[in-house]
């Protein structure tokens, strides 16, 4: 089944303790991207990658990291999460990029930061 | 900056009606506009993507249009049914010195009344 997955789905924790979530796609996507999403602000773009070792920012990149070693995976690295972090954050990928094709999503991993 | 409204936030409706969905972005030079559902709980699912060339896109019971001179989209559901019910995001993609930018409206959240 063509998907996106992302792990964690839930994830608590503290002030400065590093954290990755993961995405993996298998549809063999060339584009990929990170989402939060927050009341009132609805979905900004954090970074996203045009294919493999090519990353660039979007929206709100800070406090953020990414990289693509390989296309199917592109994780998320929150090097000392603050609360303002805590979010719902989605994945997602196209086979070619937004500008032509259409976006798959994940199921989202939430995080709560103390 | 590309700024992207849905309104009404909220909307309700009895089953079986007609309604429409408005989206409107305040920078023409978009590559394309899409439309995807959102359930509680989970990703985004998308609905239709129509280009800056075309006009409209139909899928089944939605149908989508674009008016990129007057910076508005509509998605239109026709004879609604109680699984319509979800949030509807508008998103537009432009294009900054060759890189790729999404950006999303907050949504209309819209119930079915059976």
């Known amino acids: 089944e063509a998907q996106v997955t992302q792990n964690p789905r839930y994830l608590i924790t503290v002030t400065g303790k590093k954290l990755t979530v993961t995405c993996s796609q298998n549809?063999?996507?060339?584009?990929m991207s990170w989402y939060r999403q927050d009341p009132g602000l609805g979905l900004r773009q954090i970074y996203y990658?045009?294919?493999?070792?090519?990353?660039d920012k979007g929206d709100v990149p800070e406090g953020y990291k990414v990289s693509r070693k390989e296309k199917r995976n592109f994780p998320l690295i929150l090097e000392s999460p603050s609360p303002n972090q805590t979010s719902l954050y989605f994945c997602?990928?196209?086979?070619?990029?937004?500008?032509?094709?259409?976006?798959?999503f994940g199921e989202g991993s939430r995080l709560t930061v103390l | 900056k590309q700024e992207v409204t849905q309104i009404p936030a909220a909307l309700s409706v009895p089953e079986g009606e007609n309604l429409v969905l408005n989206c409107s972005f305040t920078?023409?030079?978009?590559?394309?506009l899409q439309w995807f559902r959102q359930d509680p709980g989970k990703g985004l699912t998308s609905l239709l993507l129509?280009?800056?060339?075309?006009r409209e896109q139909t899928s089944g019971r939605l149908n989508a249009s674009l008016d990129k001179s007057s910076g508005r989209s509509t998605l239109y559901i026709a004879a609604s049914q109680p699984g319509d019910s979800a949030t509807y995001l508008c998103?537009?993609?432009?294009?900054?010195?060759?890189?790729?930018?999404?950006?999303f409206g907050t949504g209309t959240r819209l119930t079915i009344i059976p």
């Open positions: 997602a990928s196209s086979l070619t990029g937004t500008a032509t094709g259409e976006l798959f």
């Open positions: 549809m063999n996507h060339e584009y």
């Open positions: 990658s045009m294919n493999v070792e090519v990353t």
């Open positions: 920078d023409s030079a978009i590559y394309n």
């Open positions: 129509i280009q800056s060339s075309q």
């Open positions: 998103a537009v993609v432009i294009s900054n010195f060759g890189n790729e930018k999404l950006t």
